[in-house]
């Protein structure tokens, strides 16, 4: 039996998951990640939700870990006995209720190590923690939920892929800004195996660099981010891919383009001082913030009233059949996957106008006007269509990739002083340009 270091469930009763994260980085990368940063990374705010998740084996495949999900048909234990079979551990999310003989349902998370005999072998977070745990087939299977089960499985193993230097960095020090973190490589102060490093260089993912942080000091919700454009009334930042909008929930700690604006800000307060859209985690792109409570009122207004115009650029899987078309097609929240959503005729309207850019061997730049705001709309149209953005983690299957390739491109308001109207543009990343490049 493989021996994996175990982490018991944090005292709150509800970090299982979280443990599991931690005893997959200890097992495979000798890394001991706190609670914090675990928090942090996995962008854990109280609840565990689908989308979260998703992220989170995003930002571990970007770290070199080969992750496998069953897709297609609720998770067997055949499926588990396969991933096992191919060295990997499984990440289980089952009934801990049902798992420990009791009627009712709680959501829980184990580790699966390999078999005993018939028996499976489990780390339990608990509470109460139980590591090298023996669980029955017909036990495990009525804790997944039978022969229907809503489970999900993911089998984890590692294999170490090139990073950047200033990537590894960030990854160990999650306390601290990146423009904190690029002064140490300024001087000199970060090294591997005695050789100082420069931001670029690239080493194995698995690799730990050394530095001398003691002249930083941890970043506490501050974050800098690049500025577009600013008046008295509003900002408009280029967010980058990762950063959220605002918390999600009173146990959000890390930095957001909220507690960015917060500096910016006057008469208002709250988590969400400023905010007058959003876009999504994994989106980059344009994003205007207010800097008062009269000038937030009227650009809300305009996103209430569709009369800001927003532009998209996304890459997709394959090659649309129409080189330019309007999506019209209705939104719901998905029941089986209260995270997510779905083209259904109980939804709400939802409009999106595609257009062509270019093609490659296997995917196609697109640009997208969105006609209505609603939540993920253009993943899930375009994931409808059959030709899901690449690297989204929710709507275009298990792929391996650091990043959602949608990017905010253009945003046209009207400003709140002088009421004129004005565009403001976002490159497009280099790593799109990269992915063109190579699909070419």
């Keep these: 039996m493989k021996k994996v270091p175990f982490y018991s469930n944090h005292e709150d009763g509800a970090h299982c998951s979280v443990a599991v994260y931690r005893m997959l980085f200890d097992y495979f990368l000798q890394r001991k990640v706190s609670w914090a940063e675990m928090d942090k990374m996995a962008g854990f705010t109280g609840d565990a939700t689908p989308e979260k998740t998703a992220i989170m084996w995003e930002r571990m495949r970007s770290q070199g870990f080969d992750i496998v999900q069953v897709e ?14 191919d060295d990997r551990l499984v990440f289980l999310t089952l009934n801990l209720r049902a798992l420990n003989g009791k009627s009712g349902y709680v959501t829980h998370a184990v580790l699966v190590l390999g078999k005993e005999g018939d028996d499976y072998v489990v780390h339990d977070p608990g509470l109460p923690p139980q590591p090298y745990r023996h669980v029955t087939a017909d036990k495990l299977l009525l804790a997944m939920g039978g022969e229907n089960n809503t489970a999900g499985a993911t089998g984890v193993k590692f294999k170490p892929v090139p990073t950047r230097a200033d990537v590894l ?61 600013e008046d008295d009334d509003c900002v408009v930042i280029n967010k980058p891919a990762g950063v959220l909008t605002h918390s999600q929930g009173k146990f959000g700690n890390e930095p957001t383009v909220a507690t960015f604006l917060r500096r910016h800000v006057t008469d208002m307060t709250g988590e969400r001082a400023g905010i007058v859209h959003r876009l999504d985690r994994a989106t980059s792109g344009v994003l205007i913030g207010a800097k008062n409570p009269r000038a937030l009122s009227y650009l809300q207004q305009q996103f209430a009233d569709r009369k800001a115009k927003k532009t998209y650029v996304a890459i997709v899987k394959g090659h649309l059949k129409q080189e330019e078309a309007l999506i019209d097609m209705p939104i719901e929240r998905n029941p089986k996957a209260p995270a997510t959503f779905r083209v259904g005729s109980n ?3 939802a409009k999106t ?44 299957g298990a792929q391996h990739f650091a990043r959602l390739y949608l990017h905010a491109q253009s945003l046209e308001v009207s400003l709140p002083e002088t009421h004129e109207r004005k565009a403001f543009t976002a490159p497009l990343p280099p790593e799109f340009e990269e992915y063109l490049k190579n699909d070419r």
């Design 353 to 396: 106008y595609y257009k062509v850019l270019a093609k490659g061997q296997t995917a196609s730049l697109v640009e997208l006007k969105p006609e209505t705001g609603r939540t993920h709309q253009l993943r899930v149209h375009l994931a409808y269509l059959g030709h899901p953005i690449v690297g989204d983690p929710l709507y275009g």
């Design 347 to 349: 939804g709400k309207p």
């Design 72 to 85: 297609g048909h609720a998770p067997t234990l055949n499926d588990i006995d396969a991933m096992l079979a």
């Design 169 to 229: 960095l960030a990854r160990q020090y999650p306390g601290y800004s990146r423009a904190a973190l690029a002064k140490l490589f300024d001087k000199g102060l970060v090294t591997y195996q005695g050789k100082t490093l420069k931001p670029g260089a690239k080493l194995l993912s698995d690799v730990q660099v050394e530095a001398d942080a003691s002249s930083l000091t941890p970043d506490t919700g501050t974050i800098d981010l690049p500025v577009l454009y």
